[in-house]
């Protein structure tokens, strides 16, 4: 997953005309760190379509922006548009996330 570093990168990547997914994330959050030990097989899976990862500390003008208020947080985006946001409390398991992105793409 490629990091976004500035509000700008973040608003240029969420213009794409294909969807992008969004990790919001922090270095201090253990469900954040759990969820590295497992994300890779699913983002392989849905590599259509790419991956990024928001660190919420350095970005918290953004992450305010996007009503993200727990960690980690999953957004997809196009065409500047939030499309579908999956809260901290149901990203917990690979299946969660799964559900997530199928109900997402479908």
Known sequence: ???????????ETVQS??????????????????????????????NDYQWFTVNRDELEDVAADNDVMGIPSLLVFKNGEKLAHLHSANAKSPEQVESFLEETFK
């Open 1 to 11: 997953m490629q990091s976004i570093n500035t509000t700008d990168y973040f608003k």
């Open 17 to 46: 005309d294909k969807p992008v997914i969004i990790k919001f994330e922090a270095g201090w959050c253990p469900d954040c760190k759990a969820m590295d030990m497992w994300i890779d097989p699913i983002t392989e899976k849905y």
